[in-house]
Structure formats: structure tokens, C-alpha cells
């Protein structure tokens, strides 16, 4: 069964969109990956980077707050295991910020590497609410 995690890091941006007015950010982010298969996952989008073991992946997401679409609404980067557990490592909205600050991604996957045992696991059908 596919799990959803996240690192520190992307929890703090998500607490940091809210406080901008991005309200719909965690449903918008639900509604891209619940009900879809682990190969639909594996297949979004752009393909960052793939090792032996995981993909990394950049998706737009339409922002409903706004009722802008995908190219006006958020980033995330996020990566995808072996055993299929997805992992939100970054997210941004593009109105605010065409492209991660340099070196952001690389240490996103850093901060993932050292927090592995600790990941927090997200209901992907319940606005991502912590396990």
C-alpha cells in the first residue's frame, strides 16, 4: 500500500503558504494524488532525477483557490521509493517564484536521507493531515 510522508522541511512550507492565503494548498495537493495508481505516480510529470531507488519528480498543481490553473499555481518536489512511498520534499507557488532557490532540491534529498526513520506519514484523502 502506497504512503504519503513528508520531511520537516515541507512541513514548514506548507504552514508558510497557509499564512500567505494559499488556504486550498493541502486539498489541492489531495486531489492530485488521491484514487491514482503507483505508475500514475511514477509517470507525473517532469522527472527530476531517478536512482536505483527512488524518483524525483516536479508536478505542477492547479491552485482552486485562485481558479489560476497549473501554471499559476504551486511546485512540488517530491520523490517516490521502491515501495512506493511518496515523499513531499518542496513546494512553492509560482506566482511568488519562477523556479527553488539554488541548491534548495539537493538539500531537500539531503534532509530526506538524514530523516528517514522519521518521516511524518500524511492521509492523502484527508487535506494531508498527520498520521
Known amino acids: 500500500m502506497m504512503r504519503f510522508l513528508s520531511i520537516s522541511s515541507f512541513r514548514k512550507d506548507l504552514k508558510k503558504l497557509n499564512k500567505q492565503g494559499y488556504l486550498s494548498c493541502q486539498k489541492d495537493i489531495c486531489e492530485e494524488f488521491e484514487s491514482k495508481a503507483e505508475e500514475e505516480i511514477r509517470q507525473m510529470t517532469i522527472k527530476i532525477a531517478e536512482t536505483e531507488s527512488n524518483l524525483l519528480i516536479k508536478r505542477r498543481i492547479a491552485n482552486s483557490g485562485q481558479k489560476i490553473g497549473k501554471s499559476g499555481g504551486f511546485r512540488l518536489f517530491f520523490t517516490i521509493n521502491r515501495v512506493a512511498d511518496v515523499v513531499f520534499l518542496h513546494i512553492y507557488?509560482?506566482?511568488e517564484q519562477a523556479n527553488p532557490a539554488e541548491g534548495i532540491i539537493e538539500e531537500r534529498l539531503s534532509e530526506y536521507e538524514s530523516e528517514?526513520?522519521?518521516?511524518?506519514?500524511?492521509?492523502?484523502n484527508n487535506r494531508l493531515k498527520e498520521k
Open 93 to 95: 507557488p509560482k506566482k
Open 116 to 124: 528517514k526513520e522519521i518521516l511524518q506519514e500524511h492521509e492523502i
